[in-house]
């Protein structure tokens, strides 16, 4: 059935974000910024996305060719990236995050320094004796090499399974992972919530028109593109200067959510308040949800043993966030329809201070932690 159908179209191409860190975490050192351009791809995707569907609504079109264009938008994606993009960033010039083992170059031969002066050779000197060893080493056979390469791999496979059990199964023991997929759990709630009904909201409750609201909707993805990149370098900002992690921030912008959900609702009938404080919710809200599955992602993952293993760290964050978005469509739909829009905002704030609440522990951890240091 069609349900059975979404999901499966879900599960596709939510795996894609866990490729799309593995690669970028590459660029992380030589490209500053870079995890900023990721996510405000996905807001463009959504703007495009929008006008797309509108557009072939609005036409002589049926609405299954809106389907069969962004189908092919994406075929043509994925050839792009399957026959342009480099395995390595050395291949294109740029420098690494990460050592690959057959770079590493084995320590240089120290070179003898030049002797000053000129000592004559002793003449008379009586050579030395040379004595020829008892017994050599046995030399390996091509044998012990292939079981040697065995074993390190072996010790190898064993160490990432054990970091990846030390994720999955005892994930407590992975600093912020449970916080930030909790708080990522509210802020991805909020945010497709008002993603979805934002466009009914402004139609149905504030009697726009269906352009002037595909407009004003399209607000909310372009503060979360400024968002993005704002946020973004504001805390690597703090945490090359000031030695201050993401987690204060993320909990600010929770906060401020809370404010500016109760401004919009009651001050936001105009067209241009609405504008405003639509592309503000974006700003700290769709940023926010950009951040917490990329950038803190890749600090947390900093964090596990083996390095290796931060498509794991995110798939954790990004699976229990994805849990949000699906089961907050629910209580959702049913208290637009039985309490009406008043009631959902204050849903709404709740789910952005429950966000922030997640993130006490480890704020209040970091802020100990600063205290001891400057002590």
């Known amino acids: 059935d069609k349900?059975?159908?979404?999901?499966?179209?879900?599960?596709?191409?939510?795996?894609?974000?866990?490729?799309?860190?593995?690669?970028?975490?590459?660029?992380?050192?030589?490209?500053?910024?870079?995890?900023?351009?990721?996510?405000?791809?996905?807001s463009?995707?959504?703007?495009?996305?929008?006008?797309?569907?509108?557009?072939?609504?609005?036409?002589?079109?049926?609405?299954?060719?809106?389907?069969?264009?962004?189908?092919?938008?994406?075929?043509?994606?994925?050839?792009?990236?399957?026959?342009?993009?480099?395995?390595?960033?050395?291949?294109?010039?740029?420098?690494?995050?990460?050592?690959?083992?057959?770079?590493?170059?084995?320590?240089?031969?120290?070179?003898?320094?030049?002797t000053k002066g000129f000592e004559e050779p002793r003449i008379f000197e009586e050579p030395r004796s040379f004595e020829e060893p008892k017994s050599f080493p046995e030399a390996k056979s091509f044998e012990d090499e292939i079981t040697l390469e065995e074993r390190e791999k072996e010790e190898s496979w064993k160490d990432k399974m054990s970091s990846f059990l030390e994720v999955l199964v005892r994930p407590f023991s992975v600093p912020g992972l449970i916080p930030f997929s909790l708080c990522y759990f509210c802020v991805k709630l909020v945010n497709y919530s008002l993603l979805f009904w934002l466009p009914f909201y402004l139609s149905q409750h504030l009697e726009f028109d269906d352009k002037t609201a595909a407009v004003l909707a399209s607000m909310y993805d372009i503060g979360g593109i400024v968002g993005g990149f704002t946020i973004g370098a504001f805390t690597d900002f703090l945490l090359r200067k000031y030695k201050i992690e993401r987690a204060p921030t993320i909990f600010t912008t929770c906060l401020l959510s809370i404010l500016f959900l109760y401004l919009y609702y009651h001050y936001g009938d105009g067209t241009v308040a609405n504008m405003t404080m639509m592309a503000i919710l974006g700003f700290?809200?769709?940023?926010?949800?950009?951040?917490?599955?990329?950038?803190?992602?890749?600090?947390?993952?900093?964090?596990?043993?083996?390095?290796?293993?931060?498509?794991?760290?995110?798939?954790?964050?990004?699976?229990?966030?994805?849990?949000?978005?699906?089961?907050?469509?629910?209580?959702?739909?049913?208290?637009?329809?039985?309490?009406?829009?008043?009631?959902?905002?204050?849903?709404?704030?709740g789910g952005a201070g429950l966000a922030a609440l997640c993130l006490t522990p480890t704020l209040?951890?970091?802020?100990?932690?600063?205290?001891q240091d400057f002590s």
């Open 364 to 371: 209040l951890r970091q802020i100990i932690r600063r205290y």
């Open 284 to 349: 700290l809200i769709s940023s926010t949800s950009n951040l917490i599955p990329s950038v803190c992602a890749a600090d947390i993952g900093q964090q596990v043993k083996n390095k290796d293993l931060l498509a794991t760290v995110t798939g954790v964050i990004d699976g229990i966030g994805s849990a949000g978005s699906a089961f907050g469509q629910l209580p959702t739909a049913a208290i637009s329809k039985h309490y009406g829009w008043e009631a959902l905002y204050y849903f709404l704030m």
């Open 3 to 42: 349900s059975s159908r979404g999901a499966g179209l879900y599960f596709i191409f939510s795996s894609g974000s866990f490729h799309c860190l593995w690669v970028i975490r590459d660029l992380q050192k030589s490209c500053r910024g870079v995890y900023g351009i990721w996510g405000a791809n996905g």
């Open 44 to 114: 463009i995707g959504n703007i495009l996305g929008g006008f797309i569907a509108s557009w072939f609504l609005s036409s002589s079109f049926s609405w299954d060719y809106s389907f069969y264009f962004t189908a092919g938008l994406s075929a043509c994606a994925v050839l792009f990236i399957s026959f342009l993009l480099p395995t390595n960033p050395k291949e294109v010039g740029l420098e690494s995050s990460y050592i690959q083992l057959e770079e590493i170059q084995p320590e240089e031969v120290p070179i003898l320094q030049e």
